[in-house]
């Protein structure tokens, strides 16, 4: 099983420049005991959100051959929180953040080599490229004698644009982490690295190469980092990368070190966050309780959990959020779960003894990773459900903004079939899309797995959604429309397996009364803009008390908008309501009330009657309410 996280769309980074004489191509796609080490704890960083928190990768390489620039993410950057600009490499020989421009060797013939990325890097793309005026952000051609030009200057004028979002730049991918167990190794190797980032990077000191960088020449681009470490202690990731039991305390130890080393800047709050495992078998060798304090959010890598390595099948879903009886694949060892998102989740926040994982990793500080392109297999025969769970001939054809590697494909290279309702399926226990044509299988995201899963972020108090990657999307940014209304919907549903039951409802005469009770003061505290609210924090605001339904800030309580507020009414007034049933009958069941969030299967008393919750659900009335989340079972 290979649960590489970005592999196939870094291997898909095939697109070359030539700089004079050099070709520059985009570059990344059982519990040991590990050594002490002391950590110092982290100041106190901003704390995620919850629910709503919108992330998306940037690649690096994107404007060569698929000609997605800064200017494309203009369009959607008001509906970003955080940019992650991806990846930058680790030196192999001085153990630090470096520039240069020297291909790495590609897939799929890179994956056997070792050293596919040893010294790899692209400085061209990142300040090194001009932009004219019709592929940059402002409209204006880069001009002789700027400091930098490339994608950091493309990003400088995308922040000028939209001063709220932030840009990240991740360390690190599926082909550069070769070195990160070296420059983990001790206290000194970890300061040695992490300076030296925070220099290029963060204080902008790029090298000087091909009449562009210098001393603070990219200052003030990137508000943080993001590590993606592909994976500490596991042989699981690119062939040839380093590895050691002592990675998993290592880990720890280098994220305090960037914590540290970035707090200690001062002037602002910079960001860390990481991209993490969706592996058990990886997610073990995590100390997954303790690295939650140095991060402002971590990105579970929730995607590529079947893939045409296993080349002749059976065919499966990319991500599946739940685990199915139907399901063919084996188990991880040495448990007895298989790949899905909910056992990933989980297996972080709350832990899992199977795999000796403490859990303990805070859910308002993890997102749910979205993938934008298709894992694919071809010869594929229908069976009896559409081709999933079947035999293939090989992995799909290659395409060529993916780089013609079989078996992956973005969205926009699917015209026709993950836009054609007659070859998309949906699957209600695993909650999760497939595609099929007749011949070819692909496993990734539609309309509504995007649903199931902004529910799941919902119900489960995540900081929101990852996305991977904005270069796959058609123009018209489907999918990435999909993930921003789920996580903005107004009545977010829980995302739960399927159950079977039966409802009967019986239709009754029942006599209402009303008690009014005088209008009063407003008892919680007043809405300030300033404030970040999570899911279930009550606020007032011009006479009305207000519930948040999920994380938000500076939007001001009101009926419109994005939905976020509830309105529970006047303060201390508005008349409370008690029905009840003929006969004098009472309900047993809890009084339902607005401020309360319900989980799905939840049972409430309101107007006489008994009503059970379909899913998740805060502030909707039963049998008021446009979503139809409350099942009538009838007079109590």
């Not at 950091?152 to 922040?159: A, G, N, P, Y």
Request: net charge negative; aromatic share 12%; hydrophobic share 30%.
């Amino acid at each position: 099983m290979k649960l590489s996280a970005r592999s196939a769309l870094i291997v898909a980074a095939a697109a070359t420049v030539v700089v004079g004489s050099i070709t520059a191509v985009g570059a990344n796609a059982a519990q040991q005991q590990p050594q002490s080490v002391a950590v110092t704890p982290a100041a106190a960083t901003a704390a995620a959100s919850t629910g709503g928190l919108r992330i998306a990768y940037y690649d690096q390489w994107s404007i060569y051959q698929n000609a997605y620039y800064p200017k494309n993410v203009d369009a959607i950057a008001n509906n970003l929180d955080y940019l992650i600009y991806d990846f930058e490499n680790i030196d192999p020989t001085n153990g630090t953040c470096f520039e240069a421009t020297k291909a790495s060797d590609p897939d799929p013939g890179g994956e056997n080599d070792p050293n596919a990325g040893d010294g790899a890097g692209d400085s061209f793309a990142d300040y090194q490229k001009s932009f004219g005026s019709d592929i940059s952000v402002d409209g204006t051609a880069d001009a002789f004698g700027m400091p930098i030009v490339g994608n950091f200057h493309q990003l400088q004028e995308l922040k000028k644009k939209h001063p709220n979002l932030k840009v990240v730049l991740s360390l690190g991918g599926w082909t550069y982490s070769k070195y990160f167990s070296d420059v983990a190794a001790s206290d000194a190797s970890r300061k040695k690295f992490v300076s030296s980032c925070v220099d290029m990077f963060i204080k902008g000191n790029l090298p000087s190469q091909g009449g562009y960088g210098g001393a603070g020449t990219a200052a003030g681009i990137f508000d943080g980092f993001d590590i993606d470490w592909e994976y500490p202690a596991s042989t699981g990731g690119h062939l040839g990368n380093h590895t050691s039991p002592n990675d998993t305390a290592n880990y720890t130890a280098l994220l305090a070190e960037f914590r540290s080393e970035l707090d200690a800047l001062g002037g602002k709050h910079y960001s860390l966050s990481a991209a993490l495992p969706g592996g058990q078998d990886k997610i073990a060798k995590i100390q997954t309780d303790k690295i939650g304090q140095y991060m402002d959010f971590a990105d579970a890598m929730t995607y590529d959990m079947h893939g045409a390595w296993d080349a002749t099948g059976p065919t499966n879903f990319q991500d599946p959020l739940y685990s199915s009886p139907s399901d063919p694949s084996g188990t991880i060892p040495p448990g007895t779960e298989k790949y899905t998102i909910d056992n990933v989740i989980k297996a972080y926040t709350k832990g899992d003894s199977a795999y000796g994982i403490p859990g303990g990793f805070p859910a308002n500080k993890l997102t749910l990773g979205i993938p934008f392109y298709y894992r694919g297999w071809t010869g594929v025969p229908a069976g009896s459900n559409h081709g999933l769970y079947q035999t293939a001939t090989g992995p799909s054809a290659g395409k060529t903004l993916s780089g013609n590697v079989p078996g992956v494909a973005m969205y926009k290279e699917l015209s026709g079939v993950v836009d054609n309702p007659s070859d998309t399926f949906y699957d209600p226990t695993t909650q999760s899309a497939w595609f099929y044509d007749g011949t070819n299988f692909y496993g990734g995201s539609s309309a509504q797995s995007i649903k199931a899963r902004t529910d799941y972020i919902h119900c489960n108090g995540l900081a929101g959604a990852m996305m991977f990657s904005l270069y796959d999307l058609d123009p018209a940014s489907t999918l990435f429309n999909a993930v921003v209304n789920g996580l903005g919907a107004s009545t977010p549903g829980c995302s739960t397996p399927p159950t079977s039951t039966t409802t009967t409802t019986t239709t009754t005469t029942t006599t209402t009364t009303t008690t009014t009770t005088p209008p009063g003061s407003c008892t919680a505290a007043a809405w300030n803009a300033a404030t970040a609210y999570s899911g279930g924090a009550v606020v007032s605001y011009n006479g009305h008390q207000w519930t948040a339904k999920w994380w938000t800030q500076g939007e001001a309580p009101s009926t419109g908008g994005s939905g976020v507020w509830t309105d529970n009414g006047p303060c201390g007034g508005g008349g409370t309501t008690t029905t009840n049933p003929p006969g004098g009958g009472n309900c047993t069941a809890a009084a339902w009330n607005s401020a309360t969030a319900y989980n799905g299967g939840a049972v409430v008393s309101y107007n006489g009657h008994s009503w059970t919750a379909k899913w998740w659900t805060q502030g909707d009335v039963p049998g008021a309410n446009s979503q139809n989340v409350w099942t009538d079972n009838g007079a109590c």
